[in-house]
């Protein structure tokens, strides 16, 4: 169905906390504790899959999954990335796992970067559709948003971690 995609930035997941930390959490290994309350997406979300993924290969999510299953637990799953950081905002939640490129979005939130994550690296991309009734444009457009001094520096400055790109050629 894609005709042409065109890479723009990289997000990794990370631990939110509120501003300061005042839970000290420092790994997804704090998520055990009895007094800790925490907001997972689920896994119809790309970020509550792969964090079931990395917790498995670090051999945390048992443990975590039990208490998920537990009526009265600490821990809830929620749909999307900006239901945990919403969750975390009003101090309905302590921690949760969102993308580094959101969290800017969040300025009462912190974040808490680990290796578990930092390896779990996402690619943000744009493509254009074969059946594009306006291919040409789509396609003007995704070269804009892909340009090193157009569309790059504007994802930079939202939080994300853009790619290398090309300099702006205004060419259809």
């Known amino acids: 169905l894609t005709d042409e995609c065109f890479p723009l930035a990289l997000m990794r997941p990370v631990i939110a906390v509120r501003k300061g930390n005042p839970k000290n959490i420092k790994t ?5 504790r ?20 990395l917790l498995q290969r670090s051999g945390e999510w048992d443990a975590l999954k039990r208490k998920l299953e537990q009526t009265g637990s ?7 990335v900006p239901e945990v950081a ?19 979005q969040y300025p009462e939130l912190d974040i808490v970067r680990v290796p578990l994550f930092d390896q779990a690296v ?44 090309a300099p702006w050629t205004d060419t259809k």
Request: a positive charge; proline letters at 4%; hydrophobic letters at 45%.
């Open 28 to 32: 997804t290994a704090d998520f055990q």
């Open 34 to 53: 009895d007094d800790m309350r925490v907001a997972l997406t689920n896994p119809a979300a790309a970020i509550g899959k792969m964090t079931r993924e």
């Open 74 to 80: 600490r821990i809830i799953e929620v749909g999307t």
């Open 86 to 104: 919403n969750n975390i905002k009003i101090d309905a939640m302590d921690t949760g796992i969102i993308w580094d490129a959101m969290a800017p």
């Open 122 to 165: 996402r690619n943000v991309s744009i493509g254009v559709l074969r059946c594009s009734q306006q291919r040409a444009a789509a396609l003007h457009f995704a070269r804009y948003l892909a340009a090193s001094d157009k569309g790059l520096p504007v994802f930079k400055k939202y939080g994300y971690e853009p790619v290398s790109g």
